[in-house]
């Protein structure tokens, strides 16, 4: 029988701990993306371990009710997303980078390099995070998981089927999901050769979404204003910058656009 009687109490503050470092970890990207930069994080998601899972681990591991907190690392759990292996190496960096400000990093376990027999591969971080709670300050172990799309892939399928089988994999299902580890991890070699490429397609697309909202706006404002009498002429001019989605041609119109606006603007002074 667990001597932990009230779960809630006892899970708050990781709650509350996997809450702060996800919306951290979304500002970061909301940041990059502010700035019109490639944003290492794709996306990032927290948990916190259910009472059940935590118990079952301290059974299998021979940790008594009261090391529960100092030896169990993952009690809250953050997974960070990202597109390329190569960014890993950036949000290992930008973590490190908070090391004596908001959080500790304590340990870090290379699965990448030191990839799992089962084929597990994923960047581990264990921190330990301040956090401020109505007794004071206090510290929260977590652990941060760093992979990539394709990783985060096979690890969920990998997690579901251990499930299945209680956690005793049959040794054929078990050879397969070494081959596929390797597959997945053969796509993300090759996706970070062509990385640069990859990059560069994304920015002209964040490019080309940003500037259609822009041309939009101000078609908008010129459309609402009754100074403009060749509003025909202006709509063929948005079909042919609109036509192939030439970002070049769209920033052309746009400029003539703002010019417009500012000749409406200085005529209604
Ligand atoms: P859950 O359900 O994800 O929370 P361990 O002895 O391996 O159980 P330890 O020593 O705390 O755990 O550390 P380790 O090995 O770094 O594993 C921590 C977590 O990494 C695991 O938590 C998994 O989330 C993930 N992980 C590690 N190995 C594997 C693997 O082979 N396959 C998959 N899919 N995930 C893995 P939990 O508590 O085991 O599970």
Redesign the pocket.
Known sequence: MSKILNWEEFLFPYQQAVNELVLKFQSIIDEYKLRGLYSPIESVKGRV?KSY?ILE?AE??NIPDDMIEEL???IA?VRILCQFVDDIEKIVEIIKSRDGIDLRVIEE?D?ITNT?P???R?Y?MIIAYTLMTSRGYREILA?I?IRTLAMNFW??A??SL?YKYNRKLPEELQERLVRSAEAAFWLDKEMNTIREDIMQAQRINERRDRLTLSIIENLKKIYASDKVTDIGNIDNEYMKAMEGGDVFKMENFNRELEALLEKIEADEK
């Open positions: 371990k899972s681990k299998r591991k169990i690392e993952d759990g376990k699965y799992k089962s084929g597990y994923s581990h652990e998981q690890a969920t990998e997690h251990k």
